[in-house]
T-cell receptor, first 111, second 114 residues
Framework: RKEVEQDPGPFNVPEGATVAFNCTYS??????FFWYRQDCRKEPKLLMS???SGNEDGRFTAQLNRASQYISLLIRDSKLSDSATYLC????????????FGPGTSLSVIP | DAGVIQSPRHEVTEMGQEVTLRCKPI?????LFWYRQTMMRGLELLIY????????DSGMPEDRFSAKMPNASFSTLKIQPSEPRDSAVYFC????????????FGNGTRLTVT
């Protein structure tokens, strides 16, 4: 089993739609979680951190379920500019701090 | 804040040549990461430094790859000799404390080996 797995995608949704991405992680000792966004031919950029209580930033909501070892990202009222690849990132505390990126899920928002 | 600075942005070289990629992390960050990204394999961690010391180099493909961090403000990734299968985008990222701090990526170096 891979350390971090994501919905394979691609997701093609119309403007205004609500879309949700899930990410599962295998190490129960994982301590920090993030969602990154990567545009085509650009570097990954932090979208938002994921807190245990869940957090919201405008149209974006992230949630963490430690018992089931998954995190989610909900995008409401999708915009064309939301088209990108969304990467789930998990920090593990092993003998050192290990940062693990998921394979990413591609989103295309269609006019 | 200038962000993570990588150079060059693009590199085209012939098979067998030495390639050196450079990275300047964000000032004050104590962790530096080198990643490689291809369509087929996605984002792969090559090596991770903490306080200039290599902590995890298990992702370095083979002996042709080497990385150094002589000081807190500079790192290099060297490929010698280069091969066509090394063609990819190489990203450098830095972080203050990985455990609770997100990574900040540079713009990447797009390497093409012919």
């Amino acid at each position: 089993r891979k350390e971090v797995e994501q919905d394979p995608g691609p997701f093609n949704v119309p403007e205004g739609a609500t879309v949700a991405f899930n990410c599962t992680y295998s190490n129960s000792a994982s301590q920090s979680f993030f969602w990154y966004r990567q545009d085509c031919r650009k570097e990954p950029k932090l979208l938002m951190s994921v807190y245990s209580s869940g957090n919201e930033d405008g149209r974006f909501t992230a949630q963490l379920n430690r018992a089931s070892q998954y995190i989610s990202l909900l995008i409401r009222d999708s915009k064309l500019s939301d088209s990108a690849t969304y990467l789930c990132v998990v920090n593990e505390k092993t003998s050192y701090d290990k940062v693990i990126f998921g394979p990413g899920t591609s989103l295309s928002v269609i006019p | 804040d200038a962000g993570v600075i990588q150079s060059p942005r693009h590199e085209v070289t012939e098979m067998g040549q030495e390639v050196t990629l450079r990275c300047k992390p964000i000032s004050g960050h104590n962790s530096l990461f080198w990643y490689r990204q291809t369509m087929m394999r996605g984002l792969e961690l090559l090596i991770y430094f903490n306080n200039n010391v290599p902590i995890d180099d298990s992702g370095m493909p083979e002996d042709r790859f080497s990385a150094k961090m002589p000081n807190a403000s500079f790192s290099t990734l060297k490929i010698q000799p280069s091969e066509p299968r090394d063609s990819a985008v190489y990203f450098c990222a830095s972080s203050l404390i990985p455990q609770a701090s997100p990574l900040h990526f540079g713009n990447g170096t797009r390497l093409t080996v012919t």
